[in-house]
């Protein structure tokens, strides 16, 4: 009868083992299915006498959950011994190869840059790049109104108050007035950072780009340090032989002030399209701190006298790498940035 139906199955259930999940599911099947043995007996089960639903009740019970813990462990067991057969994976095999980054070209430079002139002695010194007028144009002889200001065409984020107008940076000298105003000479750094300027994004120009600016000022520093000092980061920077020629110009932070051209480094002067086909090529302004400067940031001008610089990465970069195209620096086209793969960390 049905009691002897369940002494049957559970020796059964209780025989069965596998690691096989085909059978374990012919099992589930054949025991927990919605047509299986299960249900069968409980169908049976309700039409017994009320006496024999006492006893029989607890054994089916004990019946049903028997079958669901054997299901369960074996099913358990199959997907331990599922992931034990990972462990047969030949652990000798080569990985999948993956591609290391790059450096941006920028960096790369920028960091030549400053490796070059920690060999003269200059640290670096960086400042923010939303800047008070101060330290974008007062303190650096800018005077209000004066058609100068002009030359760097603003982003202003405020105008006027009580600080004065804000703006994004537009040159790193304003770093150079923040180091003069914190300490006292001898100064001797240089000024890596980003720039902002209102132009419109071609290939010739952009919205913002970056520079490193530089400065010394200690007693008796003469133009001819100047010009030691940037013949000899050219010479590191482009190879012994290339030359440069300086160009009176002018800045209202540095009196005399001068532009410094090298030598084509794509036509070693022979001419080309970089150079515009003169054999030189623009690279940096420079001059002696004007006097003004000096005391502005409260320097005695009668004691100390100094230098200052200013240079496009960009520009720099372009001329090492010839990418002709400014905007594909900020693109982060992965085609063009992978080109720029160092064994520099
Ligand atoms: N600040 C100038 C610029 O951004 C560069 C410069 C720096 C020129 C120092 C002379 C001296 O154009």
Redesign the pocket.
């Known amino acids: 009868m049905l009691q002897d139906k369940i002494t049957q199955y559970t020796a059964e259930i209780n025989a069965f083992t596998t690691q096989n999940a085909d059978e374990l599911e012919q099992f589930r099947i054949k025991f927990l299915g919605t047509k299986g043995i299960i249900k069968d007996i409980f169908d049976e089960f309700k039409a017994v006498s009320p006496e024999e639903k006492r006893t029989l009740g607890k054994v089916l019970n004990e019946f049903k959950q028997l079958a669901e813990a054997k299901y369960q462990t074996l099913k358990d067991g199959s997907t331990e011994a599922e992931s034990s057969k990972d462990s047969d994976t030949d652990l000798t095999l080569p990985g999948e190869g993956f591609e290391i980054g790059a450096r941006h070209p920028l960096a790369l430079v920028r960091r030549e840059m400053v490796e070059i002139f920690s060999k003269l002695g200059f640290i670096v010194a960086e400042g923010p790049e939303i800047e008070d007028d101060w330290h974008n144009f007062s303190a650096?002889n800018f005077p209000e109104e004066h058609p100068a200001r002009d030359?760097?065409d603003t982003f202003f984020i405020k105008k006027g108050g009580e600080t004065g107008d804000i703006a994004l940076r537009?040159?790193?000298?304003s770093v150079?007035v923040r180091m003069m105003e914190a300490g006292k000479p001898p100064f001797r750094a240089i000024m890596p950072g980003r720039?902002y300027r209102n132009e419109a994004i071609s290939a010739r120009a952009h919205c913002f780009f970056h520079?490193v600016?530089?400065?010394y000022v200690d007693e008796n520093v003469s133009f001819a340090d100047l010009k030691q000092t940037l013949f000899y980061f050219v010479q590191e920077l482009y190879g012994a032989g290339t030359q440069v020629r300086f160009r009176p110009?002018y800045?209202p932070?540095?009196e005399p002030?001068a532009e410094m051209d090298i030598s084509c480094t794509i036509c070693k002067g022979a001419g080309c399209g970089m150079c515009k086909h003169s054999g030189w090529v623009e690279i940096?302004?420079?001059?002696m701190?004007d006097p003004n400067v000096l005391e502005n940031c409260g320097i005695d001008s009668k004691k100390y006298s100094g230098?200052?610089?200013?240079?496009g990465i960009e520009r720099i970069a372009n001329l090492k790498y010839e990418i002709k195209d400014l905007r594909l620096f900020s693109e982060n086209d992965a085609r063009f940035l992978k080109q720029y793969k160092t064994s520099l960390i």
């Open positions: 650096l030359m760097q537009t040159h790193t000298s150079q720039v520079q600016e530089g400065l110009s800045f932070f540095t002030s940096l302004g420079c001059g701190v230098f200052a610089f200013g240079m």
